[in-house]
């Protein structure tokens, strides 16, 4: 079960616990929403420790910077004004 999973698990047990005034004979609805809030948030800190090992933290490495060397002959005629 992944993160989506777990939001939708918090957000239907929120409905059942809030957002509802059912009355089934036999089930608690408000005790089946609290249990499903606290699954899915037992899986999205699972998931969430998971994900954080799995991570791996590269370096960054500095760009390698090579200058080109130019022959340039000073001579004066080669900057092109003096032709």
């Keep these: ?29 408000d005790l089946v929403g609290v249990i499903l809030m606290i699954v899915g948030l037992i899986g999205v800190t699972t998931f969430s420790s998971i994900a954080r090992r799995r991570r791996v933290v590269v370096p960054p490495t500095a760009p390698t910077v090579v200058e080109e060397e130019r022959h340039v002959r000073r001579d004066g005629y080669s900057d092109g004004y003096g032709v």
């Design 1 to 29: 079960m992944g993160l989506g999973g777990c939001i939708i698990l918090i957000a239907v047990g929120a409905i059942l616990t809030f957002a509802t005034d059912w009355h089934m004979q036999g089930v608690n609805l």
